[in-house]
């Protein structure tokens, strides 16, 4: 059995008028190799007539955004030309690779007439082979997800990449990662085969779970260590929960602003790139 290295609680970053919640990266735990970054925002409830998300244009290179919207919607847009809105239960996961501007913004319909919102996003890194890939974006709404039900159907399983038994998640992937969100009812059960080598990302969105006897709420990312091949958890409450896990890359990592690299002149020249228009032209 997999086993707790350690719990690490969200720690509050509102965004604007956006309750934001970020775990990863925090003071103890720079990341899970090869997931490096994850914000929560909300829950909350946006009245008639609002501003709706703040992220408007800006670049990104070297990793890879993979956002769920549990409430509310997105409206993407990207100087790669995609164009979508994907709403509440879809996932949309974009390969930044070389280099790409985006905005992720809410639809007019949804600033016009407000609503629920619950929307986190996790940013994957990508190995020093594939950091220059070309840029590609795919939403789905939920309904072209690949889901299925366990354990008497108190689990319901949205399959965004990799297997679990014979069935194969929706999202194509440059590299081997399993990634996933489970709906648990309370008493609902999970025991997942997961190779020893790789690293688990696992974060509670909603609820409570338990693990080897611990009680686990929401808002908390749980760090396991590489001891085990099984997964076993169960909700003590409703629950929702993100699971992922693929090999780590094991290579250096510099981070800044919305450029992931492996050195710092990588960094650096990504500013030059973006700077000097590499990245695109933002014609929307």
């Not at 190995?127 to 709404?141: D, I, W």
């Not at 992937?173 to 080598?197: A, Q």
């Not at 909603?206 to 909700?235: S, T």
Request: proline share 6%; net charge negative.
């Amino acid at each position: 059995m997999r086993t707790i290295k350690e719990i690490h609680k969200a720690n509050y970053h509102p965004i604007a008028d956006l309750l934001t919640y970020n775990p990863l990266p925090s003071p103890k735990l720079r990341q899970i190799d090869p997931f490096i970054f994850l914000n929560h925002h909300g829950f909350q409830k946006y009245a008639p007539n609002n501003n709706g998300l703040p992220f408007g244009p800006h670049p990104h290179r070297g990793m890879e955004t993979v956002t769920f919207i549990l409430e509310g919607d997105i409206m993407h847009m990207d100087s790669g030309g995609h164009e979508s809105v994907i709403e509440s239960g879809g996932v949309q996961w974009m390969t930044a690779g070389k280099g790409l501007i985006h905005a992720e913004v809410s639809s007019n319909k949804f600033k016009k007439e407000g609503g629920n919102l619950e929307i986190l996003q996790l940013w994957v890194n990508l190995p020093a082979s594939l950091k220059m890939t070309e840029p590609r974006y795919l939403g789905l709404q939920k309904e072209d997800i690949t889901s299925f039900t366990i354990d008497n159907e108190k689990v319901k399983v949205q399959l965004i990449s990799g297997e679990w038994d014979d069935k194969m998640g929706s999202f194509p992937t440059l590299f081997p990662i399993f990634m996933s969100t489970i709906s648990m009812v309370k008493s609902g059960k999970v025991i997942k085969n997961i190779p020893s080598t790789e690293n688990i990302f696992f974060y509670i969105v909603r609820g409570k779970v338990k693990i080897q006897g611990e009680e686990i709420p929401f808002r908390n990312l749980v760090e396991f260590n590489n001891d085990g091949e099984i997964l076993k958890f169960e909700a003590t409450e409703d629950a929702v929960v993100i699971l992922g896990h693929a090999a780590p890359f094991k290579e250096p990592m510099v981070a800044q602003g919305p450029f992931v690299m492996n050195t710092q002149e990588e960094i650096m020249q990504a500013y030059r790139d973006y700077q000097s228009g590499k990245f695109g032209t933002w014609n929307h």
